[in-house]
């Protein structure tokens, strides 16, 4: 009876865990759809940013420059670029920034808005989109030079487990994502890298 039983629900469960990754790449999506918009290819980060999130609309409920936590100086609540919550009533944040060179201060202040600032709840996924203000052929040189920094010189609050590259469709989105643990429960940040074209 137990053998049937599980064999029943099996396909509820895979679909459950199917809805909670989807997320992940609903938001590649956005960033391809928006990506392939010459509007979006001199816009400022908000502007980019809006986009994303008004494709994320049609599934998940969002929120831009929503308060949260606590502002860099500490006086203040945060801002977050973006918040996804989807039908499980689950928060997801977002956080972006224009990077045109591995600008290593600007890297560790928006990993630490996003990673501890904010976030007071420890959100289980988080993620860093990146808009890479690139020329063609230097792209790869900038993810690089970003890959090496989080592995090796950039301070996170919360101990990084691992790193590791995720696949992508195309050549000109580069995905890292980094494991953490936070109160014994492993947490995810996806370092999401986007080539923009500077033409």
Known sequence: DEVNFIKEIEPTLKSISDKKSNLYNDILNACFKMQENKVFWTADENTRTKQILDLLS?????????????????KKQGSVDGVVTDNTQTENFIEAFNLGSVNKEVIQ????????????????????IVYCNVQ???????????????????????QKIETSIKETKYANIKVVKSLHLRESTEVTLYHILVKMSTE
Do not use: P
């Open 58 to 74: 049609a599934n998940y409920f969002t929120k831009d420059q929503s308060t949260y936590g606590k502002s860099e100086t500490g």
């Open 109 to 128: 202040r928006h990993v630490n808005k996003v990673e501890s600032n904010y976030d007071a709840k420890g959100l289980l996924n988080k993620y860093l």
């Open 136 to 158: 063609d052929n230097k792209f790869d040189k900038l993810y690089t030079g970003y890959l090496d920094y989080i592995n090796s010189g950039l301070e996170f609050k919360f």
